[in-house]
């Protein structure tokens, strides 16, 4: 019923920028919070960014300064966007968004399927 699709992951040089998206479709009736997650091979998913319905955000050390979470309600989509790109943050990326399909009930974490950055010169 609900699905979500990323883009914008890629091969970028050290010091260069990328835009990742991640947009829902489907029955929905709220969003409460988006996020992206990041997992490299071999390390555990890590938590990069997130942002909550009212717009709070909150970021992983290791991207502070670096890495700028948005959203935009109407399209039902969070983005992330990244400069200053470093080859640690080489990794698969994944969006998720907290959503209510209806007006009872809590809300579900739906994810992406990842889309892949890798950084090098």
């Known amino acids: 019923q609900v699905q979500l699709v990323e883009s914008g992951g890629g091969l970028v040089q050290p010091g260069g920028s990328l835009t990742l998206s991640c947009a829902a479709s489907?029955?929905?009736?709220?969003?409460?919070?988006m996020g992206w997650y990041r997992q490299a091979p071999g390390n555990q998913r890590e938590l990069v960014a997130v942002?909550?319905?009212?717009?709070?955000?909150n970021y992983a050390d290791s991207v502070k300064g670096r890495f700028t979470i948005s959203r935009d309600n109407a399209k039902n989509a969070v983005y992330l966007q990244m400069n200053s790109l470093k080859p640690e943050d080489t990794a698969v990326y994944y969006c998720?968004?907290?959503?209510?399909?209806?007006?009872?009930?809590?809300?579900?974490?739906?994810w992406g399927k990842g889309t892949l950055v890798t950084v090098s010169p």
């Open positions: 998720y968004l907290d959503i209510r399909v209806s007006t009872s009930g809590s809300g579900t974490r739906y």
């Open positions: 489907g029955r929905i009736f709220s969003i409460g919070a």
């Open positions: 942002i909550t319905s009212g717009g709070s955000t």
